[in-house]
């Protein structure tokens, strides 16, 4: 069994910088395509970022783009969002995922394992 554990949320100021991390069990952590999704109160889980096998390739929201940056160690098992240049607007519970698929996917449904999500308040 999977397990996804985030962690590294908190209480920041417009503007600020954050750093989420998403650490792994199991041993095959580097054979999948891992992502981050965000779910904000009364509304969808949206799609953030995903990246690659070897983190080599990444995919971004564009409303995170130039601001996020998706990475992954697979050696540690773990996976981190870094986010700077926060807005109010990126307030949400953010959560890692993982995917069976083999190409990028921003559908939610078609990731399998999910952790239990940290929040992000981002006050203005």
């Known amino acids: 069994q999977v397990q996804l554990v985030e962690s590294g949320g908190g209480l920041v100021q417009a503007g600020d910088s954050l750093r989420l991390s998403c650490a792994a069990s199991g041993r095959t952590f580097s054979n999948y395509l891992m992502g981050w999704f965000r779910q904000a109160p009364g509304k969808e889980r949206d799609f953030v970022a995903t990246?690659?096998?070897?983190?080599?390739?990444?995919y971004y929201a564009d409303s995170v783009k130039g601001r996020f940056t998706i990475s992954r160690d697979n050696a540690k098992n773990t996976m981190y969002l870094q986010m700077s240049s926060l807005k109010p607007e990126d307030t949400a519970i953010y959560y890692c995922?993982?995917?069976?698929?083999?190409?990028?996917?921003?559908?939610?449904?078609?990731?399998?394992?999910w952790g239990q999500g940290t929040q992000v308040t981002v006050s203005s």
């Open positions: 990246i690659s096998r070897s983190g080599g390739s990444t």
């Open positions: 995922a993982r995917t069976s698929k083999s190409v990028f996917t921003t559908l939610s449904g078609e990731y399998d394992y």
